[in-house]
């Protein structure tokens, strides 16, 4: 099985950015946090970050004849971005959204995910276990 985990917004500056919130780890520890734990599940997985809506979109058009399914944490993206939900309904592989904070305790912005409605499920409120957790979604669902 292959599964793509796909960083949204600002997840580039994990460690750094409102640690308060979304903890001390980094990209590169939660990337190490999640391959292993692929590795136990014997899912192979693959890494990808962007910042831009129109890159993620294209990550994800691309995922759906490259990967089994898709970890994806859209990050802010989830709260306004259609344009993503719709990418997620048109591809025929299952995607898992995460969150490193339980969005809907956060400010009232954010506690709706629009893409979520998109997805074959989600996972928040785990800090960087809530990867961990997803992979075991996906190893566990078969299709969308």
């Known amino acids: 099985m292959r599964v793509l985990i796909l960083h949204g917004a600002n997840l580039n500056l ?43 979109i294209d990550a994800l058009h691309a995922a759906r004849s490259a990967y089994d399914a898709v970890v994806m944490n859209p990050g802010a993206y989830s ?40 997805c074959t499920g989600s996972i928040s409120g785990f800090g960087p276990r809530s990867y961990v957790l997803a992979l075991h979604a996906v190893a566990q669902t078969p299709g969308k």
């Open 14 to 56: 994990l460690g750094e950015r409102q640690p308060e919130i979304y903890g001390t780890q980094t990209l590169t520890d939660i990337n190490e946090l999640i391959r292993t734990a692929a590795r136990e599940l014997h899912i192979e997985v693959d890494f990808a970050q962007h910042n831009s809506e129109g890159a993620i």
């Open 79 to 118: 709260h306004y971005s259609y344009a993503i939900a719709d990418a997620i309904a048109s591809i025929p592989v299952p995607v898992i959204e995460v969150h490193l904070s339980n969005i809907a305790s956060r400010e009232a912005h954010r506690r709706i995910s629009v893409t979520a409605s998109a």
